[in-house]
């Protein structure tokens, strides 16, 4: 073993436009072994079924995390719908 202090585990970069409580449930929510890099808030708009691809609809308002998963040792980003407090997608 090495005497070697432990790196500080990384904190969690909240949202300025959430209450300190919103962002404490999004934190929770992501999991033990993931951090957020960046969180904001979000309105996801995806395109028309074809063929007419030229209309965007409205699909949630939420809260988008770009997120470090230890555990996967990958980065994702997630959107969490605001009124369920649901996953809506993970890219």
Known sequence: MSNQPKKP???????????PNENEILFNLIG?????????VV???LASNPPALNRWSKRCTGVAMF????????????????????????V
């Open 9 to 19: 585990r990384p904190q969690n970069s909240p949202s300025l436009i959430l209450a």
């Open 32 to 40: 033990n072994r993931c951090v957020t890099v960046a969180t904001a």
């Open 43 to 45: 309105q996801v708009f």
């Open 67 to 90: 997120i470090k998963d230890n555990e996967k040792r990958s980065y994702f980003i997630r959107v969490y719908g605001l009124v369920l407090m649901s996953m809506f997608n993970q």
